[in-house]
Each structure stands twice: as C-alpha cells, then as structure tokens.
C-alpha cells in the first residue's frame, strides 16, 4: 500500500471512533523515517485505546502490520508506526505539551477537511 492511500485509511479509521483535531504533516522531505505524521486527539484513555486500536484493526484488514506501538496501556499518548505513516493520538494536555505540530512547523501541514 502505498503511503498516501495509507495516509487516508488512518484518516478514516480515525474519523470513524470520533478523533478531535486530527492533523496531517508531510515530512517526506524532511525525514527518512515516515513519510505522513498524523495527529489526533481523544477524550479519555480508553478512547485514545479505541483511535489507536481503530488505525491497527483497519491497517491489519489491508495487510499492513504496526512495527511498533508505544503507550498503548492506559497512557495519555499513544503511537502507531505503521512505516509510512506514523500515528499520534494524545490527550489534549499532552498534545499541547510535547507541541509536534511546532517541532515540524517548516513540515507542510496538510490539515484535514471536515475533522472536528
């Protein structure tokens, strides 16, 4: 799959269980680690739980595996990396905290129409 179309499955899988504020960084340009950073937040621990099992259950369905999950055991942030795209979910105090969307603010940020 290739890492726009893999872009757009997390996007959805992410709309799909009610993300807030998601946000989309292109870094193919300034890393060779991702190519897509994606960003949302949720509204507990167990809906963070529920955003980033939502992104691995719709990846694993396409045949991609997560390399790695971080913090999926009740924390306030949790990360897929699906190789291409690598998937942030955070609590709004965290988000806010750690700040990516500044640490990559020369990135092209590509928003995301219609999310909350």
Do not use: C
Request: no cysteine; hydrophobic share 45%.
């Amino acid at each position: 799959m290739q890492a726009e179309q893999l872009k757009d499955l997390v996007i959805s899988a992410l709309g799909e269980v009610k993300a807030q504020d998601v946000s989309v960084i292109d870094v193919r340009d300034r890393t060779s680690v991702t190519d897509y950073m994606v960003l949302a937040s949720g509204t507990s621990n167990r809906h963070l739980k529920s955003l980033a099992d939502s992104v691995i259950a719709e990846a694993k369905e396409q045949g991609v595996r997560a390399s790695n999950v971080e913090g999926n055991n009740v924390s306030d942030w949790i990360l897929v990396d699906l190789g291409d795209v690598v998937v942030h979910v955070m609590m709004p105090a965290t988000r806010e905290f750690y700040d990516l969307e500044r640490l990559w603010r020369d990135a092209p940020d590509l928003g995301v129409a219609g999310s909350e």
